[in-house]
């Protein structure tokens, strides 16, 4: 699925630009270990966190992920969106559990 | 080519630059997204390290004809016992580090997940210096 409807099944709020390149979602990564996320997480994955520090930005770009959801009702500041602006990574938002997320997503992605 | 980074070993905002910046020249010659994502894991590993273990340093990335080869080089405390800080989980980040998401012990086994080899040139009170080596 692309980013676009992954933010309608979930039920996402996007804190990053709005115009974002729409790219497909292949896969989901749970995890708020970052080097754990590093050596795990896959290429086009929804990469889900409670980690909300500027280095996931990195991260997520690093580990080429399609996107980043914070869960639990967590927030990023503005140095964090600035910086995942200008690096074309896209953060969404929900006030939901991980689990919940996934479970959402079991057998749509 | 050679492209030279200076590691900050205070400024945690920047963490990461070198290992950007270097994806994005490789990503500009054409080298393959396979390759470009293993070196840049790798490289933000060792960078990180460079930070939070090492104090900062520098960083010198080698585009060869067969090989990607990039070493960091730092003056910090260096490395006791390689074998045990090559092991899955082992970390001695401070708890400070570890609010940040870091210091869960996979970074030198993800560098030698993701490379074709690594050296690891360390003792205490020497520094450390590691390279890594993609072949291409
Ligand atoms: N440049 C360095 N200087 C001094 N000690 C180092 C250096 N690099 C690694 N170490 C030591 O090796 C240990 C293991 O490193 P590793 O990168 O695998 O894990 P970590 O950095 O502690 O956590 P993570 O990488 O998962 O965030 C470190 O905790 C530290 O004790
Ligand atoms: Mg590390």
């Known amino acids: ?109 | 080519m050679i492209k030279k980074y200076d590691i900050s070993g205070e400024d945690f905002s920047l963490a990461g630059e070198a290992s950007s910046n270097f994806k994005s020249v490789l990503k500009r010659l054409g080298i393959s997204t396979e390759i470009v994502r293993r070196v840049s894991i790798a490289m933000y590993e060792a960078e990180i390290n460079t930070i939070i273990h090492g104090g900062g340093g520098e960083c010198e990335a080698e585009i060869k004809s067969n090989a990607i080869s990039v070493t960091f080089r730092d003056n910090g405390p260096g490395i006791a016992n390689l074998e045990l800080a090559m092991q899955e989980g082992y970390s001695t980040a401070s708890e400070k580090i570890r609010e940040l998401g870091f210091g869960a012990g996979m970074g030198l086994p993800n560098i030698k997940k993701y490379t074709d080899d690594m050296l690891i040139d360390t003792a205490p009170g020497k520094g450390t210096t590691l390279t890594l080596i993609i072949n291409l």
């Open chain 1, 1 to 109: 699925m692309k980013v676009s409807e992954l933010i309608k099944t979930l039920n996402l709020t996007v804190a990053t630009e709005p115009n974002f390149e729409d790219r497909d979602v292949t896969g989901c990564y749970i995890g708020d270990l970052l080097s754990w996320v590093m050596g795990k997480a896959q290429s086009g994955d929804a990469w889900i966190t409670i980690m909300n520090n500027i280095n996931i930005v990195a991260v997520a770009s690093l580990t080429d992920s399609a996107c980043i959801i914070l869960c639990e009702g967590v927030s990023a500041d503005e140095a964090v969106i600035n910086k995942a602006n200008s690096e074309g990574i896209i953060i969404l938002k929900s006030g939901e559990t991980a689990y919940s997320l996934a479970c959402q997503l079991s057998g749509e992605i």
